[in-house]
């Protein structure tokens, strides 16, 4: 994995990374120690190896690192967290992807 460093921009309710001078994004909303992430936005043009992956983990440790849940709206984010399982723990009691 490479590392990928995530700002929580909390004003406007998202994680952010640069990436080959552009914004890429996870956004969320929160309640109740559950983090939902809704939407990602990785610029067009990016053309990085699996930055969408790497992006994704980093988002999902820091997340971890606070001791909150996750709640996937996202269908990207859902598919990724279908394909690492060592995620599913981050996942509130009841839900299942």
């Not at 610029?43 to 988002?59: Q, Y």
């Not at 820091?62 to 996942?91: C, D, W």
Request: proline share 4%.
């Amino acid at each position: 994995m490479n590392e990928v460093e995530i700002n929580d921009n909390s004003f406007l309710r998202q994680f952010e990374t640069t990436i080959q001078g552009h914004l890429a994004k996870i956004e969320y909303s929160s309640q109740e120690r559950k983090v939902f992430l809704t939407k990602l936005v990785i610029p067009e043009g990016v053309s990085k190896e699996g930055f969408k992956e790497d992006f994704i983990k980093a988002v999902l440790n820091t997340i971890q690192e606070k001791n909150l849940r996750v709640v996937p709206t996202s269908p990207e984010i859902a598919g990724f967290l279908r394909k690492n399982r060592q995620y599913k723990g981050m996942l509130p009691i009841g839900i299942r992807i």
